[in-house]
């Protein structure tokens, strides 16, 4: 398979099942994440698995734009053709409204949205260059659907994401480049020990999330067969977003 991928955020948590499922797949893939020593580290461990040949760490704060056209430079030199962008890179603050400050507001979306943006249309740009198509799938949450309080950025950058969604899946389908959303609830990238039975029960699916069920989402929206898809957000939530909450 000669396929390449890009995905944001690969250093911990989902990105690393991503860049795992995509490998696994038989894609070369290029990661990133803006914490260079934990990159360079997961990069170095996916390399023994499966070949240096066929994974790149390329650090990068996607809160700055020139490192994103960096990133897709290097990304470029090493590949010159890319097939799938994951924009799963992402963070929040949670903090009362009153005293959250706007540098942090545009920290959360410079990052969330206007990085995935950017990372976007770097690759769309190439994609479209090719005349092959292409696929996008972008990580949004839950928090665009409901959210609790103290989550404003967060929960703006997030729903700006579903928006950015369709809008690009409109202006990119005349280059057979699909856009799709997923939206996670509840992921456990920890300790699962540490759950009680009440967080699995709670949901319809009886169980929490695992990060294999975004990259599976994931490598689903990607398929070059599934082209039918495009402009959706995915709910991966286990169900919670459809539950009735009152007690019984």
């Not at 040949?53 to 090493?78: C, F, G, K, N, Y």
Request: with cysteine; proline share 4%; aromatic share 6%.
């Amino acid at each position: 398979m000669d396929r390449t991928v890009w995905i944001t955020g690969a250093a911990g948590g989902i990105g690393r099942k991503l860049g795992e499922a995509y490998l696994d797949a038989g894609y070369r893939a290029v990661l990133t994440d803006l914490d260079h020593e934990g990159l360079t580290a997961w990069t170095g461990q996916l390399a023994l698995r499966w070949g240096s040949e066929r994974v790149l760490a390329v650090p990068a704060d996607l809160s700055d734009p020139e490192q994103i056209t960096e990133l897709a430079r290097q990304a470029l030199d090493w590949s010159p053709h890319v097939d799938v962008l994951i924009n799963n890179a992402g963070f929040g603050i949670t903090k009362p409204l009153f005293e959250l400050t706007w540098q942090e507001w545009d920290r959360v979306v410079q990052t969330n949205l206007r990085g995935a943006f950017l990372c976007a249309k770097e690759a769309a740009g190439v994609m479209r260059s090719r005349g092959e198509g292409g696929s996008i799938v972008n990580i949004a949450s839950t928090r665009a659907l409901m959210s609790e309080p103290d989550t404003e950025a967060y929960a703006a950058s997030k729903g700006g994401l579903t928006a950015l969604t369709h809008a690009l899946a409109a202006s990119l389908s005349p280059y057979r480049i699909t856009v799709n959303c997923i939206s996670p609830g509840w992921i456990e990238t920890g300790d699962r020990s540490q759950l009680r039975e009440q967080d699995h029960s709670q949901h319809l699916s009886g169980r929490v999330g695992h990060p294999a069920d975004i990259a599976r989402a994931c490598l689903y929206l990607t398929d070059p067969g599934n082209d039918f898809v495009t402009g959706v957000n995915l709910v991966v939530d286990g169900g919670m977003t459809r539950k009735m909450i009152y007690e019984p």
